[in-house]
């Protein structure tokens, strides 16, 4: 039998109800940041209980579930009829794990998705939302690390992540980590209020993300971009482009498609970084191919394909003009003597 963990106080019913299904191999911290944010946000001060908002892991029985780390949750509830939540969750976890979720619990998403409930994809929780066929026609955010596993996996599709979380419609989806815990402060902040939702991030000491009218626009805080900066505008430019960096996309079409002017992307670049989105793009390029060059054996041609430039002959080019040396003798060098940063500072000074 599956144990239920019992409300305690209060008897009113709570603002805010959440299943949640654990995929095989799931990932702990996206889990823990979404239920801990409920968790705090349900109750005055740190006492946890579910008055305000109300949590159960479901399953078709008490099997234990084995997280990526090998930490296992129990389950706390069946598959009950999915209309007494609000939303349905699905925690993902590793991507090569087989069989993420039951036939069972994917029938219950169905079930879910037929009664109007809405649902979320936590982590690589997306994947399995777009596996079972229930994210034809949503966008849905994964995380920068995760960008080209989608793409691959799901030819024609390019999930969006520039941003913390994305909601579309009835179906919501975030990169794990920390923006588990935003998109449940959106959640908690819908539901139960800004103040509960500020102190849940408060005390997990998760800053709490920039007001927008659009829910989860600030940048993924992680991607190693070559250039770094401060401005969230930028940061999710430089994203955008370092996701399309076989195909560059020109300045008039990234700002069509971040919804602002090319004349305002334009300012900010200069303020932030003193260069032009387009020379910013090419440092991008020149980095990836920098890296392919020392990290893979692929040929200068591949490398010239796969970082944008026409053919093997205008990587070359540019390459030397920034580098000082070919592709081929960058190759041969071996560990260079400077730091990325210095050869950045050395590129961004030539432009």
């Not at 963990?5 to 209060?10: F, I, V």
């Not at 009664?115 to 955010?141: K, N, Q, S, W």
């Not at 940061?235 to 079409?253: C, I, K």
Request: hydrophobic share 45%; charged share 20%; aromatic share 6%.
């Amino acid at each position: 039998m599956i144990p239920h963990r019992a409300a305690t106080g209060p008897t009113s019913a709570p603002h805010l109800r959440v299943g949640i299904l654990l995929a095989r191999r799931f990932t702990l911290s996206a889990f823990g940041n979404f239920v801990d944010v409920l968790r705090l946000a349900a109750d005055e001060g740190d006492q946890s209980r579910p008055i305000r908002c109300d949590w159960h892991v479901l399953a078709g029985d008490a099997t234990p579930v084995a997280s990526s780390s090998e930490i296992c949750v129990t389950p706390d509830a069946r598959l009950t009829d999915p209309a007494a939540y609000d939303y349905i969750a699905v925690v993902g976890g590793l991507l090569g794990a087989p069989q993420p979720l039951l036939p069972a619990q994917i029938a219950y998403l169905h079930r879910a998705a037929r009664a109007g409930v809405p649902l979320i994809g936590l982590c690589t929780g997306a994947f399995v939302l777009h596996e079972a066929g229930l994210m034809d026609g949503y966008r849905c955010c994964v995380s920068w690390f995760h960008h080209q596993d989608f793409v691959t996996r799901h030819d024609g599709l390019r999930p969006i992540s520039d941003r913390i979380f994305v909601v579309d419609r009835d179906r919501l989806t975030c990169a794990g980590g920390v923006g588990a815990a935003h998109l449940a402060a959106w959640l908690v902040e819908r539901h139960v209020g800004a103040s509960a939702a500020r102190k849940s991030l408060n005390i997990m000491l998760v800053e709490p993300a920039a007001a927008q009218d659009d829910p989860g626009h600030g940048p993924q805080p992680a991607l190693p971009l070559t250039l770094r900066c401060t401005d969230p505008l930028v940061r999710r430019a430089l994203l955008r482009m370092q996701e399309s960096l076989d195909a560059p996309v020109t300045m008039a079409a990234l700002a069509e498609d971040m919804g602002i002017p090319r004349r305002r992307l334009e300012r900010h670049f200069r303020a932030a970084l003193a260069m032009s989105p387009a020379q910013a793009g090419l440092l991008l390029r020149l980095a990836q191919a920098r890296h392919l060059l020392r990290h893979s054996r692929r040929s200068v041609t591949a490398i010239a394909q796969a970082t944008g430039f026409c053919d093997m002959p205008h990587l070359a080019r540019v390459f030397r003009q920034h580098e000082g040396m070919t592709p081929g003798a960058y190759r041969a060098a071996g560990d260079a003597p400077m730091a990325r940063s210095d050869q950045t500072d050395r590129s961004a000074a030539q432009l």
